[in-house]
Each structure stands twice: as structure tokens, then as C-alpha cells.
């Protein structure tokens, strides 16, 4: 129901946008995800947006960098990520939430699908 793409190596301070498109019939009124998971670790919260794009979360690492945006027509969600670092190789993953609120964005566990992921590299 989630695809997600534009993952690819690049060098240290470079640019990538990844995109997730959805299949998912009601696609507006679902808040959107992306988390990563590097090699080794758990998967964390990268950023996230409500459904209509009124508010957006960040963690704190990709705070100023990383762009959360979503086009509600295409039923597509993006996240730009400028000054790419070594530390932002990972596998990243589109997710969905029904029910989002601000206070649990940051959650995995509510959100109820989830892309294949696409894999990040970035080489110092």
C-alpha cells in the first residue's frame, strides 16, 4: 500500500528526495511517517506530517535539514533531505496513521502501514 523510493548514494552535505506513494483509498485523512533504520539499531522517527499538512514533526538529528511535505491529490508524501551526513545511512521507511495526534507522531508502534523501505547511503 506504501512504495517508497529515491533512495541512492550520495556524498557527505549532498541532497536526496525520497518519495512514498500510497495506495491507500482514503490517503487524505492519514497522517504520514518516515522513519530509518541503520544497520545494527533500532528503527527511530525521522518526521512526520498530520493530513493535511498543518503540522509537522522532526527528531531532533534531522531538525533544519530533512523537509516533510505531502501532495493530497497524487496521494504522495516526500521528505527533502539537505546536508546529508554519513550518520544519515539508513534504510527509510514510509509509514501511515489513521488516527494521528501531535503528541504520538513519534510513535512506530501507531502507525498502521508501512513501506518496503529504500535504502540511504551517504559516503563521507
Known amino acids: 500500500q506504501l512504495q517508497a523510493s529515491g533512495g541512492g548514494l550520495v556524498q557527505a552535505g549532498g541532497s536526496l528526495r525520497l518519495s512514498c506513494a500510497a495506495s491507500?483509498?482514503?490517503?487524505?485523512?492519514?497522517?504520514m511517517g518516515w522513519f530509518r533504520q541503520a544497520p545494527g539499531k533500532e528503527r527511530e522517527f525521522v518526521a512526520a506530517?498530520?493530513?493535511?499538512?498543518?503540522?509537522?514533526r522532526y527528531s531532533d538529528s534531522v531538525k533544519g535539514r530533512f523537509t516533510i511535505s505531502r501532495d493530497n491529490t497524487w496521494n504522495k508524501v516526500y521528505l527533502q533531505m539537505n546536508s546529508l551526513k554519513p550518520e544519515d545511512t539508513a534504510v527509510y521507511y514510509c509509514a501511515a496513521d489513521r488516527t494521528m495526534q501531535v503528541a504520538t507522531m513519534t510513535l512506530k508502534t501507531k502507525y498502521e502501514y508501512w513501506g518496503q523501505g529504500t535504502l540511504v547511503t551517504v559516503s563521507s
Open positions: 506530517i498530520n493530513w493535511n499538512g498543518g503540522s509537522t
Open positions: 491507500i483509498r482514503t490517503f487524505s485523512s492519514y497522517g
